[in-house]
């Protein structure tokens, strides 16, 4: 399964750099030239991490971090700050990031850190094998494919560790709280909000109509209940 970054950055040599890089270690990369695009992109898509930069135009990665957070995304968030600026950490971490990174930065240490921070947000190993179908959708477990109606679809690592999730308590109802321990494994500063906005998101991708689901039910008041 290849984990999707969102670059929102403004300096185009280094958007290169780093999209080449990281598309040669096997992450896909999705980018952002302003802070608007990239909160807009970072709102209505799901991705594994973002990497912001602090001086955007339009909107300011602080504010950019604070919006995405605000909206329930739970997505892991690395700062890039020049060196000169006076960055306030403690404010930075207040509005959500979860790591900083000072420019220049070398490509080790920006490669290494996101592992890490991926590593961290990232709980338990896949469980299921095989090939799973429900209507038009086939999952390939092991290779982390999906298809509908033969077309690939490209979910997050984290949907796709959600719909696991789902698909391995098939016909049992699983809570918000249940779901964001298991798929997100950190739920101290995550609000069961960022499953409804992820589960909104499968829905979105795999349902033939996702504002009457076939396959996620949400059971009122419970949670989720996946049935095929
Ligand atoms: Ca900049």
Known sequence: MRKKILLIEDEEGLVMTLTHRLQ??????ASAGDG??????GRSESFDLIL???MLPGRPGFEVCRELRQAQIATPIMMLTARDQLLDKVVGFKLGADDY???PFEM?????????????????PALLHGESRFGEVEVQWDSGEVRRAGAAVSLSAREFRLLQ???QNRNKIVSRQQLL?????YSAQTSTRTV????AWLRQKLEPAPRFPRYIHTVHGQGYKFIA
């Open 52 to 54: 912001l930069d602090l």
């Open 36 to 41: 608007d695009l990239g909160l807009e992109r």
């Open 165 to 167: 999730y789902l698909v």
């Open 108 to 124: 080790a240490e920006l490669l290494a850190r996101l592992e890490a921070l991926l590593r961290r947000s990232q709980p338990n």
């Open 24 to 29: 040669a270690e096997g992450y896909e990369v």
């Open 101 to 103: 990174l000072t420019k």
């Open 196 to 199: 409804d906005v992820h589960i």
């Open 181 to 185: 321990h298991e798929v997100w494994g």
